[in-house]
T-cell receptor, first 115, second 114 residues
Framework: DQQVKQNSPSLSVQEGRISILNCDYTNSMFDYFLWYKKYPAEGPTFLISISSIKDKNEDGRFTVFLNKSAKHLSLHIVPSQPGDSAVYFC??????????????FGQGTILTVHP | ETGVTQSPTHLIKTRGQQVTLRCSSQSGHNTVSWYQQALGQGPQFIFQYYREEENGRGNFPPRFSGLQFPNYSSELNVNALELDDSALYLCASSTKQGFDYGYTFGSGTRLTVV
């Protein structure tokens, strides 16, 4: 039962353009979502999050959009830079419940930004 | 401020053996979670420890067990290793039980079971 899905295994974009990474979820109890970035041989690094009471959160070049009715979120990176090349994971959790901080991750999307 | 450190970085074990993986939490963090990341998949929650007690568990059998020590460091023990246990094991620490989502992940231990 894949509660969080990232249907695009990979994405390739040109430096300076927009990168859009998508994520779908099925668990209606999720009320908080996070994006992590992972470089090879390193652990995941927290990027940005969004609560279900919002539909958008921005942090510099990174913006996360949440469409609760569609159970869909997306991460926009503008402008994309070669250093953004990494694996991106989205994760959902039930912050207000008894999930004990359990994060449910998607399978990840490999982003490659070409100079 | 030190981050999360895990040891060893790589490990090869034989099916049926037991293994212990170690994690030192980031300074000031009192909660630690363990995740298993199989090749090509996202991390899967194993369990979380808070104040030295297991506080939440994912869909993993009892042969996966853990400990948290008074200094908030932690161990993950896996008994009767199976080939499917081959994965990257990640430790993540945070400041509060389930409410601080600034989880800091270690670089992981790559376990290979042959």
């Amino acid at each position: 039962d894949q509660q969080v899905k990232q249907n695009s295994p990979s994405l390739s974009v040109q430096e300076g353009r927009i990168s859009i990474l998508n994520c779908d979820y099925t668990n209606s109890m999720f009320d908080y979502f996070l994006w992590y970035k992972k470089y090879p041989a390193e652990g995941p690094t927290f990027l940005i999050s969004i609560s279900s009471i919002k539909d958008k959160n921005e942090d510099g070049r990174f913006t996360v959009f949440l469409n609760k009715s569609a159970k869909h979120l997306s991460l926009h990176i503008v402008p994309s830079q070669p250093g953004d090349s990494a694996v991106y994971f989205c994760a959902g959790t039930n912050a207000g419940g008894t999930s004990y901080g359990k994060l449910t991750f998607g399978q990840g999307t490999i982003l490659t930004v070409h100079p | 401020e030190t981050g999360v450190t895990q040891s060893p970085t790589h490990l090869i074990k034989t099916r049926g053996q037991q293994v212990t993986l170690r994690c030192s939490s980031q300074s000031g963090h009192n909660t630690v979670s363990w995740y298993q990341q199989a090749l090509g998949q996202g991390p899967q929650f194993i369990f979380q420890y808070y104040r030295e007690e297991e506080n939440g568990r994912g869909n993993f059998p009892p042969r996966f067990s853990g400990l948290q020590f008074p200094n908030y460091s932690s161990e993950l023990n896996v008994n009767a290793l199976e080939l499917d246990d081959s994965a990257l094991y990640l430790c993540a620490s945070s400041t509060k039980q389930g409410f601080d989502y600034g989880y800091t992940f270690g670089s992981g231990t790559r376990l290979t079971v042959v």
